[in-house]
């Protein structure tokens, strides 16, 4: 079975302060990895992928995320965060099987304080 | 614009009622999964159409909940008998391919569901 750990449940920083957010996975097989976005009261957006390749992958809006397959992690980074990242963060795995269901973190609640 | 649209985005309804939630894909997607976001908590997955078949439900927590997809593009989620713990918001997502886990999926805005 595949799941997926966020570590942090809120992450409070200051605008233009740099930030990351952490995620775990576990996994038997070769995944994929997503980053997604939630702003109130919409679905999620997605920023980044990881299919493979390069383990450092840039998404939109500045951030971008490193895959370490040794420490089973995602973590997604920004060098300087602005007051309208103020968002919920999802981690996510594609799921085992050929349907590509995503397996979500617990989400990570990303705090902007001007 | 061309997104997954679903309606109603808010749904109330007293306990033991039956609700009909939609979900209009992207136009040409072939998958559509169905997930389900309890308050301050991640997605997770209900089930999933390739077209109109119905590939994978494991994730339905009960025989209440019905999912269709008849001509294989708008979905229906059903609910039956409603109770309190189904209280939560329904997000539909579509992608263009199928059978790859690596294709990304675009989500609709989700239906929040109260259940009084």
């Known amino acids: 079975a595949q799941s997926v750990t966020q570590l942090d449940s809120q992450v409070p920083v200051f605008e233009e302060a740099p930030v990351e957010l952490r995620c775990n996975y576990s996994?038997?097989?070769?995944?994929?990895l997503f980053w997604y976005v939630q702003y109130p009261n919409q679905g999620l957006q997605l920023l980044l992928k990881?299919?493979?390749?390069?383990?450092l992958v840039k998404g939109i809006n500045g951030f971008e995320a490193e895959f370490n397959k040794s420490q089973t992690s995602f973590h997604l980074r920004k060098p300087s965060v602005h007051i309208s990242d103020t968002a919920e963060y999802f981690c996510?795995?594609?799921?085992?099987?050929?349907?590509?269901?995503?397996?979500f973190g617990q989400g990570t609640t990303l705090q902007v304080k001007p | 614009g061309a997104g997954v649209s679903q309606s109603p985005r808010y749904k109330v309804a007293k306990r033991g009622q039956d609700v009909a939630l939609r979900c209009d894909p992207i136009?040409?997607?072939?998958?559509l999964f169905w997930y389900q976001q309890a308050l301050g908590q991640g997605p997770e997955f209900l089930t999933y159409?390739?077209?109109?078949?119905?590939?994978?439900k494991s994730g339905l927590p009960s025989d209440r909940f019905f999912a269709e997809r008849p001509e294989g593009s708008v979905s229906t989620l059903k609910i039956q008998r409603t109770q309190q713990e189904d209280s939560a918001v329904y997000l539909c997502?579509?992608?263009?391919?199928?059978?790859?886990?690596?294709?990304?999926?675009?989500f609709g805005d989700g239906t929040r569901l109260s259940i009084l």
């Open positions: 997502a579509s992608s263009q391919e199928t059978g790859l886990n690596n294709q990304p999926q675009h």
């Open positions: 996510a795995v594609s799921g085992s099987g050929n349907t590509g269901k995503l397996i």
């Open positions: 136009s040409g997607h072939v998958s």
């Open positions: 996994s038997s097989v070769s995944v994929y």
């Open positions: 990881y299919l493979s390749g390069s383990t």
């Open positions: 159409f390739q077209n109109e078949a119905q590939l994978d």
